[in-house]
């Protein structure tokens, strides 16, 4: 499968994004995606998830009540919706996939494809 991650951009303390992640292929509702997020001189970390079976969703806990992700199985299409963004959400975001994968959803090493990254940046 093949990402496509769009709808970052420069925006004030306080504000919202969406970011979308396109899917190629047929077989998008077998895959879990997630969403992982690198900052400057920082390693990847996980943001948020949502499962291929049940659409269940987790997040790490500096985004959790910010941000929430879905998906439009019928688009192929993951989404991304933050808000209360503040700076130290700055990072490049790219957006992940696996297929059937039920378990470890925060394990970067988990995910087979990568989307090629967006930048967010927020302002103070």
């Not at 769009?6 to 879990?32: I, M, P, W």
């Amino acid at each position: 499968v093949q990402l496509q991650a769009s709808g970052g951009g420069l925006v004030q303390a306080g504000g919202s994004l969406r970011l979308s992640c396109a899917a190629s292929g047929r077989t998008f509702r077998s895959y879990t995606m997630g969403w992982f997020r690198q900052a400057p001189g920082k390693e990847r970390e996980f943001v948020a998830a949502i499962t291929w079976n049940t659409g269940s969703t987790y997040y790490a806990d500096s985004v959790k009540g910010r941000f929430t992700i879905s998906r439009d199985n019928a688009k192929n299409t993951v989404y991304l919706q933050m808000n209360s963004l503040n700076p130290e959400d700055t990072a490049v975001y790219y957006c992940a996939a696996h297929p059937y994968l039920s378990t470890w959803y925060k394990a970067i090493e988990k995910y087979d494809y990568w989307g090629q990254g967006t930048q967010v940046t927020v302002s103070s």
